[in-house]
Structure formats: C-alpha cells, structure tokens
C-alpha cells in the first residue's frame, strides 16, 4: 500500500536546519520515498500518474514537497540543491528502516519499482 502524505513547512524547515528530514518522517514506515519537485515539472506529473496506484506488498509511505508553491520555495531549494546536492527535479530520496538507501530523479516505473524491490 502507497501512502500520500505531505512535508509540512515545520518538516521543510527542519530538513534546512538540520541537514535531513526528521525521524518521524524518513522512519514513518519501513519503506518511505521523499519527493521534492515543482508543479510544473512534466516528469514528475507524469511519475504523479503512476506513483501513488503501484501496488505494493508492503507499507511505503511517500512525502511530497512541492516546493515552488512554498513561501519557503527559495531557502529549500538552496537547501536541496547546496546542501543535498541535487538540482534537478524530481529528487527522490527513498529510506529503508530509516536510512537513506537511494537518491534519483526521474525514473520511469519498472525503474522505481526496482529500487524499492516491489
């Protein structure tokens, strides 16, 4: 089962702050997928289609941060881009146990499915 959920701004701020998100999001479940885009970015609306129907024998819970729609857009963008070192969009990091297991960007679905060995 695919979980959508949302990075709150105290969630964003706290990744800015701290250099990662929190605990209580990156080991809300055994499996959870972070996804920091922009809502005009035609790769994520085409992973968007797909993401949150893939069935899966296993709980993932997956954050989206859309971020140009923030009043915070420019400070986390600096934050991804400096700090987590990624400029392109969509930038997914996926946690396992509540470890960073894999960072990407677009991929298509067999791809992700791999990664999250689904």
Do not use: H
Request: glycine share 4%; with cysteine; net charge negative.
């Amino acid at each position: 089962m695919v979980n959508k959920k949302n990075i709150s701004k105290e969630d964003a701020m706290f990744a800015v702050s701290n250099g990662e998100f929190s605990s209580d999001v990156i080991a809300s479940a055994n499996d959870v997928v972070i996804v920091m885009t922009q809502d005009w970015c035609p790769q994520w609306k085409s992973m968007n289609r797909w993401i949150y129907g893939l069935r899966a024998d296993k709980e993932i819970d997956v954050y989206e941060l859309v971020y140009n729609k923030t009043d915070y857009k420019d400070e986390f963008m600096r934050f991804k881009e400096n700090s987590l070192g990624n400029s392109l969009i969509p930038y997914f990091r996926y946690y396992k146990d509540g470890k960073l297991a894999a960072d990407f960007n677009y991929v298509d679905q067999e791809k992700f499915k791999q990664i999250l060995e689904l």
